[in-house]
Protein backbone atom coordinates (compact mmCIF):
# COMPACT_ATOMS: atom_id res chain seq x y z
CA UNK A 1 0.00 0.00 0.00
CA UNK A 2 1.36 3.33 -0.89
CA UNK A 3 1.81 6.18 1.61
CA UNK A 4 1.98 10.04 1.12
CA UNK A 5 5.80 9.93 1.29
CA UNK A 6 5.72 6.91 -1.16
CA UNK A 7 3.62 8.97 -3.23
CA UNK A 8 5.19 12.38 -2.92
CA UNK A 9 8.86 10.62 -3.42
CA UNK A 10 7.64 9.28 -6.61
CA UNK A 11 6.51 12.75 -7.51
CA UNK A 12 9.89 14.56 -6.80
CA UNK A 13 11.52 11.49 -8.55
CA UNK A 14 9.59 12.05 -11.94
CA UNK A 15 10.33 15.99 -12.01
CA UNK A 16 13.99 15.29 -11.61
CA UNK A 17 14.00 12.73 -13.89
CA UNK A 18 12.43 14.68 -16.64
CA UNK A 19 13.72 18.30 -16.00
CA UNK A 20 16.74 17.18 -17.98
CA UNK A 21 14.72 16.82 -21.03
CA UNK A 22 12.42 19.95 -20.43
CA UNK A 23 15.28 22.53 -20.03
CA UNK A 24 17.34 21.16 -22.60
CA UNK A 25 14.54 20.92 -25.15
CA UNK A 26 13.22 24.82 -23.91
CA UNK A 27 16.62 26.11 -23.10
CA UNK A 28 18.53 24.90 -25.75
CA UNK A 29 16.99 22.98 -28.64
CA UNK A 30 14.05 25.23 -28.95
CA UNK A 31 15.84 28.57 -29.13
CA UNK A 32 18.74 27.20 -31.01
CA UNK A 33 16.66 25.66 -33.56
CA UNK A 34 18.92 26.33 -36.51
CA UNK A 35 22.40 26.08 -34.45
CA UNK A 36 21.07 22.68 -32.80
CA UNK A 37 20.09 21.51 -36.64
CA UNK A 38 23.55 23.01 -37.92
CA UNK A 39 25.67 20.86 -35.39
CA UNK A 40 23.58 17.61 -36.16
CA UNK A 41 24.45 18.22 -39.46
CA UNK A 42 27.94 17.84 -38.74
CA UNK A 43 27.67 14.80 -36.94
CA UNK A 44 26.06 12.97 -39.66
CA UNK A 45 22.67 13.18 -39.07
CA UNK A 46 20.35 13.19 -41.91
CA UNK A 47 17.47 15.75 -42.70
CA UNK A 48 18.56 17.14 -38.97
CA UNK A 49 16.01 20.08 -39.43
CA UNK A 50 13.27 17.40 -39.67
CA UNK A 51 14.24 15.07 -36.78
CA UNK A 52 15.34 17.88 -34.36
CA UNK A 53 11.30 18.66 -34.96
CA UNK A 54 10.65 15.39 -34.07
CA UNK A 55 13.48 15.43 -31.25
CA UNK A 56 11.83 17.95 -29.68
CA UNK A 57 7.80 16.51 -30.21
CA UNK A 58 9.40 13.87 -28.30
CA UNK A 59 11.22 15.47 -25.29
CA UNK A 60 8.21 17.65 -24.81
CA UNK A 61 5.33 14.65 -25.16
CA UNK A 62 7.24 12.25 -23.00
CA UNK A 63 8.69 14.58 -20.34
CA UNK A 64 4.74 16.07 -20.08
CA UNK A 65 3.88 11.85 -20.27
CA UNK A 66 5.80 11.22 -17.68
CA UNK A 67 5.56 13.98 -15.27
CA UNK A 68 1.52 13.93 -15.12
CA UNK A 69 1.71 9.96 -14.88
CA UNK A 70 -0.58 10.39 -18.46
CA UNK A 71 0.54 7.30 -20.61
CA UNK A 72 4.31 6.89 -18.76
CA UNK A 73 4.73 4.16 -20.70
CA UNK A 74 4.24 5.61 -24.05
CA UNK A 75 6.26 8.50 -22.85
CA UNK A 76 9.10 6.87 -21.03
CA UNK A 77 9.06 5.19 -24.94
CA UNK A 78 9.73 8.22 -26.76
CA UNK A 79 12.30 9.62 -24.69
CA UNK A 80 14.06 6.32 -24.74
CA UNK A 81 13.75 6.30 -28.68
CA UNK A 82 15.19 9.73 -28.60
CA UNK A 83 18.22 8.39 -26.22
CA UNK A 84 19.23 5.54 -27.94
CA UNK A 85 19.52 8.16 -31.05
CA UNK A 86 21.55 10.69 -29.43
CA UNK A 87 23.43 8.28 -27.56
CA UNK A 88 24.60 6.89 -31.08
CA UNK A 89 25.17 10.17 -32.96
CA UNK A 90 26.42 12.25 -30.40
CA UNK A 91 28.21 10.46 -27.37
CA UNK A 92 29.73 7.90 -30.36
CA UNK A 93 33.17 7.85 -27.96
CA UNK A 94 34.57 4.91 -29.51
CA UNK A 95 34.74 6.53 -32.57
CA UNK A 96 36.74 9.49 -31.03
CA UNK A 97 41.16 9.26 -30.49
CA UNK A 98 41.95 8.32 -27.38
CA UNK A 99 42.28 11.69 -25.73
CA UNK A 100 38.44 12.87 -26.38
CA UNK A 101 36.87 9.53 -25.25
CA UNK A 102 36.10 10.02 -21.60
CA UNK A 103 34.03 13.40 -22.12
CA UNK A 104 32.02 11.45 -24.47
CA UNK A 105 31.75 8.04 -22.69
CA UNK A 106 30.62 10.05 -19.80
CA UNK A 107 27.73 11.62 -21.80
CA UNK A 108 26.99 8.30 -23.36
CA UNK A 109 26.67 6.13 -20.00
CA UNK A 110 24.34 9.29 -18.30
CA UNK A 111 22.49 8.28 -21.18
CA UNK A 112 22.18 4.74 -20.68
CA UNK A 113 21.08 5.35 -17.11
CA UNK A 114 17.95 7.69 -18.37
CA UNK A 115 17.69 4.94 -20.50
CA UNK A 116 17.44 2.41 -17.70
CA UNK A 117 14.90 4.77 -16.01
CA UNK A 118 12.99 4.55 -19.32
CA UNK A 119 13.23 1.27 -19.32
CA UNK A 120 11.97 0.82 -15.37
CA UNK A 121 8.84 3.36 -15.92
CA UNK A 122 8.24 0.83 -19.43
CA UNK A 123 7.69 -2.33 -17.46
CA UNK A 124 5.89 -0.82 -14.28
CA UNK A 125 3.28 2.05 -13.01
CA UNK A 126 4.56 5.07 -12.03
CA UNK A 127 2.21 5.54 -9.19
CA UNK A 128 -0.17 7.05 -7.34
CA UNK A 129 -0.04 10.67 -7.85
CA UNK A 130 -0.89 10.82 -11.27
CA UNK A 131 -3.01 11.37 -13.88
CA UNK A 132 -3.58 7.82 -14.58
CA UNK A 133 -4.01 6.69 -11.59
CA UNK A 134 -6.90 9.13 -10.86
CA UNK A 135 -8.82 8.60 -14.13
CA UNK A 136 -8.79 5.00 -13.31
CA UNK A 137 -10.51 6.08 -9.56
CA UNK A 138 -12.38 8.06 -11.10
CA UNK A 139 -13.81 5.44 -13.85
CA UNK A 140 -14.23 2.67 -10.49
CA UNK A 141 -16.41 5.54 -9.10
CA UNK A 142 -18.36 6.56 -12.18
CA UNK A 143 -18.69 2.73 -12.93
CA UNK A 144 -20.12 1.35 -9.09
Known sequence: MFTFGNHLLNLVGRVFLVAIFLLSTVG???????AVAGYMS???VPAPQFLLAG???????????ILLGFRARFGASLLAVFLILASYYFHDFWTLPADQQQDQMIQFLKN???LGAMLI???QDVGGWTV???L???KGKLGA
Open 112 to 114: LGL
Open 132 to 134: DHW
Open 121 to 123: IMS
Open 55 to 65: AIVFLLVGSAS
Open 28 to 34: NKIPNFN
Open 136 to 138: SRR
Open 42 to 44: SEG
